[in-house]
């Protein structure tokens, strides 16, 4: 697969590059960065001195490669593709926000877990967002069986590398060095993903799960309501979600801890990455990987789920390469096998 990566001098095109260097069927083609153009990867990227030779380039030749990927900001891959012109035959894989709701456009939603077979037949994907990721994969198999009947509370922590590589006033060391912050409390853009993939599972007759970024909730819609929060790490989310459910203990309504665990193990039997664990999980077991962990345990009529995952990596562009593998027809673990720390 020849690559050409768009915008790679951020926190995303450094581990795309990582990976895609060590990928057995990849070859990139360029790397592109009009700000960076002739200088070393590596002096962008530290950590890969002694990987690689290869410069940036504010060139795009675009007929030399198989498959683009877009790590903009938010906003501008639909604005780069109003003054380019990127050839049929070429894939592109978009990191950003621009296309991950459905409308006039023929992008797939790129959750392997919900749309694997779709995104095996696409050109264009738009690559879901880290807090979207964690936060869903916490919640499909719940709303698959129907059981999202009651709003839903939702609490994640984020590292610092999930603000972008550009400074801010909330991602200098001294400020977010033991210090915890919320932060657009409600109001998250990756909740309208959220809602679209919840709504897309609900069977008949489930409550909607209203964005309320766009909509009021009304008759017996549900929302959930997000809190994120900003971390003293650089990578990785942990969310929290309660659900809560109606009827006696072990009704179709109100599952038993065993069949919770059963249900989110049905689920994911054949998710390449995502596991549900019958133990608590913590944040070390992913950074560093392309694995999302999941555990639900039981408190009364509520469920707690916790759900975990490296935002760079699951929730960007360890996903990215995973969906690259499923739109080529190879492995879909293909060029991910990076292991978590042990301590």
């Not at 696409?122 to 709003?151: E, I, R, S, Y």
Request: charge should be negative.
């Amino acid at each position: 697969m020849n690559i050409g990566i768009l915008g790679a001098a951020g926190y995303t095109g450094g581990e795309l590059l990582r990976i895609l260097l060590n990928h057995p069927q990849a070859n990139i083609v360029f790397a592109n960065s009009e700000s960076n153009a002739g200088n070393y990867v590596y002096e962008v990227h530290g950590g890969l001195m002694g990987e690689t030779d290869m410069k940036f380039t504010a060139e795009m030749p675009f007929d030399k490669v198989d498959v683009l990927f877009f790590c903009f900001g938010h906003g501008k891959s639909e604005a780069f593709l109003k003054e380019h012109t990127v050839p049929a035959h070429v894939k592109i894989i978009d990191l950003a926000q621009d296309f991950r709701i459905r409308d006039n456009h023929d992008y797939v939603y790129g959750l392997p877990e919900m749309h694997k077979e779709d995104i095996k037949k696409c050109q264009h994907l738009a690559n879901p967002g880290c807090f979207a990721t964690c936060v869903q994969l916490g919640l499909l198999p719940l709303a698959k069986a129907g059981l999202l009947k009651h709003d839903v509370a939702v609490n994640a922590i984020t590292g610092s590398t999930g603000a972008g590589q550009k400074p801010s006033a909330t991602t200098h060391f001294s400020w977010r060095n033991n210090n915890m912050s919320v932060y657009k409390v409600f109001t998250h853009q990756h909740l309208h993903e959220i809602c679209q993939s919840l709504n897309e599972l609900r069977p008949s007759g489930a409550p909607q799960v209203v964005d309320t970024l766009v909509a009021k909730p009304a008759g017996n819609d549900i929302t959930i309501d997000f809190i994120p929060y900003r971390g003293d790490f650089a990578r990785g989310i942990f969310c929290t979600e309660v659900v809560k459910f109606d009827g006696e203990e072990g009704a179709a309504s109100n599952p038993t801890a065993e069949q919770l665990a059963d249900m989110y193990k049905t689920f994911y039997k054949d998710a390449a990455f995502t596991f549900y664990c019958d133990a608590d999980i913590d944040l070390k077991q992913v950074v560093n990987t392309n694995k999302a962990l999941v555990h639900v345990a039981k408190f009364g009529n509520k469920a707690v789920i916790t759900s975990t995952i490296d935002n760079l990596l699951k929730g960007a562009v360890g996903q990215a390469v995973q969906n690259m593998n499923l739109m080529f027809g190879i492995d879909e673990r293909a060029g991910l096998g990076l292991k978590a720390s042990a301590f």
